[in-house]
């Protein structure tokens, strides 16, 4: 009978570290727009961005630099680095789309890519990298400027996944899973007169709105070659 006994304790307890992944994940209960906690997973580790140049033809500048996200168990934090970009105000965030566009995205022909016809492509903004990275949504246009940037900044996940939720950038079923995601920065040189068939959006000027960069986010297994 004992040796029975100890034989299901065994069955039990290799069973439930069977069950254990070897992906780290961080855990936390998050607010959703009609109320209710969500439990939200975002797994732990390091991501990168190589950011490469777009609608270069604007400004003949090739803009250029490097996302760094990394993700411990309670903070998430966020390092862009560019040169060679216009000075200007730069709108960047997270999207998510999974590819970034080609001059086949621009479909009126007129030899740039504007923002309707890249977010055909990017999709939907999912994280504003402006100046409060928990709290997106009251700080808009507050965002890096210059021709040579770097942007730091941190919050704990819990409160960028609850205003994420509250202010519907994720819906309340989402998880913010990074790889694959797309960064885009934007800010094209005010001087520059664009074509009447670019668009923009939010009643901002053309030039603000018109995407420069673009880079897919990679998972990077081996942490030691990103310093953040």
Known sequence: MKQFIIC????????????NS??????????TPGGQQQETQLATGTYR???RPLNTSVHGMITSGVLKVKVDERNLKVNVIMDDAPKVTHLQGIYSGTTCPDLSADTNGDGLIDVNEEKRVSKKLIVPLDNDLSNPETNFGQYPSGDSYTYNKSTS???LMNDLYLTELLSGHEALNLEGKTIIVRGAPTTTKLPETVSSEDSLPKNITLAIACGVIERIED???IEL
């Open 8 to 19: 299901s304790f065994l069955i039990v307890l290799v069973t439930a570290c069977g069950k």
């Open 22 to 31: 070897s992906k780290k994940t961080s855990s936390s209960k998050s607010i």
């Open 49 to 51: 961005a190589i950011i």
């Open 157 to 159: 996940y819990r409160d």
């Open 223 to 225: 942490e030691s070659v």
